[in-house]
T-cell receptor, first 112, second 112 residues
Framework: QKEVEQNSGPLSVPEGAIASLNCTYS??????FFWYRQYSGKSPELIMS????GDKEDGRFTAQLNKASQYVSLLIRDSQPSDSATYLC????????????FGSGTQLTVLP | DAMVIQNPRYQVTQFGKPVTLSCSQT?????MYWYQQKSSQAPKLLFH???????NEADTPDNFQSRRPNTSFCFLDIRSPGLGDAAMYLC???????????FGPGTRLTVT
């Protein structure tokens, strides 16, 4: 089983809708999770970190963590065409002090 | 602004001709990473440094080498590039005791 799994998509939503991106992980000991946004041809950009169960909001972005179910999600409210990108979920690599394992990413397209 | 810088942004090399990619950072982070990312795939860790302590991933080909002469700079050497080495090469940094990784803009390597 991969350590971090995401639906590869592609996911399309209309402008103004809520985009929901999901990620599951296998290491029950993971304490921190990260969402990166990657535009085509660009490098990943850290947009959200979450360490505790529940929701964390930052502007139009909300990260949700459920440790009991081992999933983490990213909600994008009022989606804009500029949100069109690949979103990578990441978690610490099991047994590692400072490495992340990345999901394969979900490609999001926001349709005008 | 504190940042991670990679040079060059685009590199074209011939099959078998050695190439060096560079990364510098002004974040004063003591951990630096090199990733390889191919289209529609997750970043793949090649190696990382904790200060000057070099950590090689088990499946990183011997064709790839790295140097970190000081805290700010890190180099990726590809001794004999093959067509399969064409990819985006990403440098990232993180502070000690943190998993939040910050990426440079990447170097797109083309092998002809």
């Amino acid at each position: 089983q991969k350590e971090v799994e995401q639906n590869s998509g592609p996911l399309s939503v209309p402008e103004g809708a809520i985009a929901s991106l999901n990620c599951t992980y296998s290491d029950r000991g993971s304490q921190s999770f990260f969402w990166y946004r990657q535009y085509s041809g660009k490098s990943p950009e850290l947009i959200m970190s979450i360490y505790s169960n529940g929701d964390k909001e930052d502007g139009r972005f909300t990260a949700q963590l459920n440790k009991a179910s081992q999933y983490v999600s990213l909600l994008i409210r009022d989606s804009q065409p500029s949100d069109s990108a690949t979103y990578l979920c990441a978690a610490p690599l099991e047994g590692s002090a400072r490495q992340l394992t990345f999901g394969s990413g979900t490609q999001l397209t926001v349709l005008p | 602004d504190a940042m991670v810088i990679q040079n060059p942004r685009y590199q074209v090399t011939q099959f078998g001709k050695p190439v060096t990619l560079s990364c510098s950072q002004t974040l004063n982070h003591n951990v630096m990473y090199w990733y390889q990312q191919k289209s529609s795939q997750a970043p793949k860790l090649l190696f990382h440094y904790y200060d000057k302590d070099f950590n090689n991933e088990a499946d990183t080909p011997d064709n790839f080498q790295s140097r970190r002469p000081n805290t700010s700079f890190c180099f990726l050497d590809i001794r004999s590039p093959g067509l399969g080495d064409a990819a985006m090469y990403l440098c990232a940094t993180t502070a000690d005791r943190s998993y939040e990784q910050y990426f440079g803009p990447g170097t797109r390597l083309t092998v002809t």
